[in-house]
């Protein structure tokens, strides 16, 4: 999965919530990191993957 789509599902999960505040008081995070995250200001933190229910796994592999 890739950033843009982290933020894709984190977009589904707003609409579902109603608004990006919402969402971020149900979840209790902020509204302002959420809108951040949002714009590509700051990238995903282990808090809002926990909630997406997802985990940042980093790979490594050789090229020639």
């Known amino acids: 999965m890739t950033d843009d ?3 894709a599902l984190l977009r589904k999960r707003i609409e579902l919530a109603g608004s990006q505040k919402a969402f ?13 995250l949002l714009q590509g200001r700051r990238d995903p933190s282990a808090a809002i993957l926990n909630v997406l229910g997802l985990e940042r796994i980093v790979t490594y ?4």
């Open 5 to 7: 789509q982290v933020i």
């Open 61 to 64: 592999r050789k090229v020639r």
């Open 24 to 36: 971020a008081v149900q979840h209790e995070l902020s509204p302002a990191f959420i809108n951040d």
